[in-house]
Structure formats: C-alpha cells, structure tokens
C-alpha cells in the first residue's frame, strides 16, 4: 500500500488539477476552489480510517472531534455560558477522538468496506448533505464537495492498487485486488448496511438539476436559506 504522504500528495494534486478546471469554466470562484481542494485531499487519506494505527485514522478522528467541537460551540453559542460550552467541547472531542475511535476500529477491518466504490459513494453521498444541511452551501457545492471527496477517495484506492504491484520483481502482491472493489463480500452485512445507508442519505440530498442553473462563483459565497 502507499504511504500516507504519497496519499496526501497525490489526492492533494488531483484536486487541484479538479479544482483549476472547474474553476476555468466558470462554476468556483477562488475560495471554494480552495475549500474543494482540502475537502479533496482529505478524501485522499480518508479510506485508511479503517486501519487501527495508521497516521490517516489519527488524522481523521482529530479532525472529526475539532469539527465537531467547534459546531457545539457555535451552534449553542447563545443559549449556554462561555465556561459551559468549553467544557462540552472538549468534552465532544475527547469522545470522538477516543471512544467513537475505539468502537470504529472494533467494527471495521483494514481493506474492508472502506475499501470500496460503495464506501467512497456512501461517504461522498453524507458529504453533500453534511455541507447542504449544516454548512448550508448551495447544492452546487454541495454537490462539488461530495464529487471532490469522492476523487480523493477513488484516487486512494487506485494507488493502493497500484502499489500491489511489484514492477521489479514482475509479480503481484497478495493485497492485489483487496482495495479497489465494488463493495466488501468478506463482510457483506456491512456493504448492505452502506447500501441502505447511501439510498437513504440521496433523498436527503438538494437536486441536482439546481446546479445547472446557479451562478456558482455567487452561490459559493452565499448560504441556502
């Protein structure tokens, strides 16, 4: 498999060469091309969340739990004292970083379903409601986010593909084939529990034929409601 810089680099790359072209056409101004890209390159090491003691997962949960805790804070900015909030806070991201971490790494296993095209529609599916409903974007980059997290995510698995390969030695390594995949059969209650999900979250999705007629450079800047 490739090493988490590499996935860093070369997510961070594809989103940019993304990012530029959309932008060229019109659809981003600047700033969202900007946000589009983090939002890509963190797709790019999102699929190693499943390994136990892989950087990505520390990353990925640290920043969940700093997420999270920043909402709390803001969300309940008038209704509960300053003091009140911190403690939440950081009580919030205690509980992300450390048991919600826990649990997720006694119910995944490395190359499972998070290693998948499903896992990459799913996550990319949560991500356009996640920036629509509570960042309240527009549906175009609603929709723009949850395309750029699902590039970084495809381009991951490619390259753990690609690493499964050994050119010099002209043989394929036994992890061939185990991290671009359809779904996961080894644990087939998780793809359908993904599949169940990913069905659910698209009705909770903006439409599509929205994005169409938007002036993104304006909708970038502006909230939904």
Same mark, same amino acid.
């Given at each position: 498999?490739?090493?988490?810089?590499?996935h860093l680099?070369?997510g961070?790359?594809a989103?940019?060469?993304t990012?530029?072209?959309?932008y060229?056409?019109g659809?981003?101004n600047?700033?969202?091309?900007?946000?589009?890209t983090?939002?890509?390159?963190?797709?790019g090491i999102?699929?190693d969340?499943d390994?136990?003691?892989?950087?990505?997962?520390?990353?990925?949960f640290?920043l969940?739990?700093?997420v999270a805790?920043?909402?709390?804070f803001?969300?309940?900015?008038?209704?509960?004292?300053? #003091?009140?909030l911190?403690? +939440?806070?950081?009580? *919030?991201?205690? $509980? %992300?970083?450390?048991? =919600?971490? !826990?649990?997720?790494?006694?119910?995944t296993?490395?190359?499972? #379903?998070f290693h998948?095209i +499903?896992?990459?529609? *799913?996550?990319? $599916? %949560?991500t356009?409601? =996640?920036? !629509?409903?509570?960042f309240?974007?527009?549906p175009?980059?609603?929709?723009?986010?949850?395309?750029?997290?699902?590039?970084?995510?495809i381009?991951?698995?490619?390259?753990?593909?690609i690493?499964?390969?050994d050119?010099?030695?002209q043989r394929?390594?036994r992890?061939?084939?185990?991290?671009f995949?359809?779904?996961?059969?080894?644990?087939?209650?998780?793809?359908?529990v993904a599949i169940?999900?990913s069905?659910?979250?698209?009705f909770l999705?903006?439409?599509?034929?929205t994005?169409?007629?938007?002036?993104?450079k304006?909708?970038a800047?502006?909230p939904?409601?």
């Amino acid at each position: 498999m490739a090493a988490f810089k590499t996935h860093l680099a070369i997510g961070t790359i594809a989103s940019v060469a993304t990012a530029g072209f959309i932008y060229t056409l019109g659809y981003i101004n600047i700033l969202a091309a900007i946000a589009l890209t983090l939002v890509g390159a963190f797709g790019g090491i999102l699929p190693d969340i499943d390994s136990d003691h892989s950087r990505a997962t520390y990353v990925v949960f640290t920043l969940f739990g700093i997420v999270a805790a920043c909402f709390l804070f803001i969300w309940y900015y008038s209704i509960f004292p300053i #003091l009140v909030l911190l403690t +939440l806070s950081v009580a *919030m991201f205690i $509980l %992300i970083r450390f048991p =919600v971490k !826990y649990i997720f790494g006694k119910f995944t296993v490395h190359r499972g #379903l998070f290693h998948s095209i +499903l896992a990459a529609l *799913m996550i990319a $599916l %949560i991500t356009v409601c =996640v920036a !629509y409903h509570i960042f309240l974007c527009t549906p175009a980059i609603a929709w723009f986010s949850g395309l750029f997290i699902a590039t970084g995510y495809i381009v991951h698995l490619l390259l753990d593909e690609i690493y499964s390969v050994d050119f010099s030695n002209q043989r394929i390594k036994r992890s061939f084939g185990s991290a671009f995949k359809l779904l996961c059969f080894r644990r087939l209650h998780n793809s359908i529990v993904a599949i169940i999900i990913s069905i659910s979250v698209y009705f909770l999705t903006p439409e599509i034929t929205t994005i169409g007629n938007q002036s993104a450079k304006t909708a970038a800047i502006q909230p939904n409601h």
